[in-house]
T-cell receptor, first 115, second 115 residues
């Protein structure tokens, strides 16, 4: 059973550009959540996708958007990048919306640097 | 609104000594509580969670935590640490009814185990 994978590992962009981050969920998982972890901070919830539909969103502007595909992999898109978007972006997958009986499995993250 | 405070940003300790990482939360409703560990350049791994029942929760790698509702605390303990426990530890909270994606994390505590 493969774990959660994310690509790319590192990314450098300039202010105003757009970026797409990718996540492959663990086999058998249909829920994907995205988090932003700024340096020295805990992760902050961006949004969650369940069976290709957005299922909850944190306090992030609309320029943060996402997709989930039929194979349950997911993308995070960020438009009009700002310097404060520099962070580690974490993806987590779980088996479903079974509440807290399901554990979220995190990927290693994508480190985004905005210059 | 819910919030999590991790009282120590860094905790240095010698190998085989006991350790306690402190976590306090605030919420106007009942909550679920979690501890995650993040090793360097890796994603988050669930150590343990409190959903209901016994206030003493045992997790992986010999860690345990105690839920104290009156003090709104969920401190993490280990009786004897190893070098391999060096990592960053995050306390997180979510309220009843929220999906597991809606986790609110503290800022983390860096545990440094010295030989």
């Amino acid at each position: 059973e493969t774990g959660v994978t994310q690509s790319p590992t590192h990314l450098i962009k300039t202010r105003g550009q757009q970026v797409t981050l990718r996540c492959s969920s663990q086999s058998g998982h249909n829920t994907v959540s995205w988090y932003q972890q700024a340096l020295g901070q805990g992760p902050q919830f961006i949004f969650q996708y369940y069976r290709e539909e957005e299922n909850g969103r944190g306090n992030f502007p609309p320029r943060f958007s996402g997709l989930q595909f039929p194979n349950y992999s997911s993308e995070l898109n960020v438009n009009a990048l700002e310097l404060d978007d520099s962070a580690l972006y974490l993806c987590a997958s779980s088996r479903g919306l079974a509440g807290f009986t399901d554990t979220q499995y995190f990927g290693p993250g994508t480190r985004l640097t905005v210059l | 609104a819910q919030s999590v405070t991790q009282l120590d940003s860094q905790v240095p300790v010698f190998e085989e000594a006991p350790v306690e990482l402190r976590c306090n939360y605030s919420s106007s409703v009942s909550v679920y509580l979690f501890w995650y560990v993040q090793y360097p350049n890796q994603g988050l791994q669930l150590l343990l969670k409190y959903l209901s029942g016994s206030t003493l929760v045992k997790g992986i790698n010999g860690f345990e935590a105690e839920f104290n509702k009156s003090q709104t605390s969920f401190h993490l303990r280990k009786p004897s640490v190893h070098i391999s426990d060096t990592a960053e530890y995050f306390c997180a909270v979510s309220n009843y009814g929220g999906s597991q994606g809606n986790l609110i994390f503290g800022k983390g505590t860096k545990l440094s185990v010295k030989p």
